[in-house]
C-alpha cells in the first residue's frame, strides 16, 4: 500500500484561503503551516485540525511533520516568513514546492531566493481565485477506503 502524502499549505491571505477551502472541499489530505496563532485559529475554524505551528528561530531546529508530506503550496506574506517556510518545509518532501505571490501589479519582480532555498515554481498571480492550481490531479485519486493517494 502506497504511503498517504498530504498536501502542506500556508494560508495566510484570501488566495491561500480560497485555495485550502477548495482543497478541502475536495477532500485533499492537508496539512496547514503557521507562525500566528491567528492563522492557527483560523485554520481550526475551517475544520484543519493538523497544522505546525513555525515560530522565529525554527528554520535552525528540526521539526518533523506529523504525516507524509507531498506537495506543498506557500502563499506569500512576508519574505521573511516564506524563506523561514522554505528552510523548515523543504527537507520534508521530494514533491514539488510552490510559491504563490498575489501582487495588484504584474510587474513585480519575483525573488529569486524562493529559487535558491529550494522552491521549485514561484507564481505570480493578480487574483486571489488560485483554484486553478488544483488541476486535474486532484481528481479521482481516491482509493476505495476514500484516502487520496498521489502517485
Known amino acids: 500500500m502506497k504511503q498517504i502524502e498530504h498536501v502542506l499549505i500556508s494560508a495566510p491571505n484570501e488566495a491561500g484561503r480560497s485555495f485550502l ?8 489530505p492537508v496539512i496547514g503551516l503557521a507562525n500566528t496563532l491567528e492563522q492557527v485559529n483560523y485554520m481550526e475554524e475551517i475544520g484543519l ?38 528552510l523548515v518545509c523543504r527537507p520534508w518532501t521530494t514533491k514539488a514546492v510552490f510559491i504563490i505571490k498575489t501582487v495588484a501589479d504584474k510587474t513585480t519582480n519575483i525573488p529569486s531566493i524562493y529559487r535558491l532555498l ?16 488544483l488541476g486535474s490531479e486532484y481528481e479521482s485519486q481516491a482509493d476505495e477506503a476514500g484516502r487520496f493517494i498521489y502517485n
Open 21 to 28: 477551502d477548495a482543497l478541502l472541499r475536495k477532500g485533499v
Open 49 to 86: 485540525h493538523n497544522t505546525i505551528m513555525v515560530s522565529q528561530g525554527d528554520e535552525h531546529k528540526e521539526i518533523l511533520p506529523p504525516a507524509a508530506i507531498g506537495k506543498v503550496y506557500l502563499f506569500e506574506q512576508s519574505m521573511p516568513a516564506l524563506c523561514q517556510y522554505l
Open 118 to 133: 529550494g522552491a521549485n515554481h514561484v507564481l505570480l498571480t493578480t487574483s486571489n481565485d488560485t483554484k486553478f492550481l
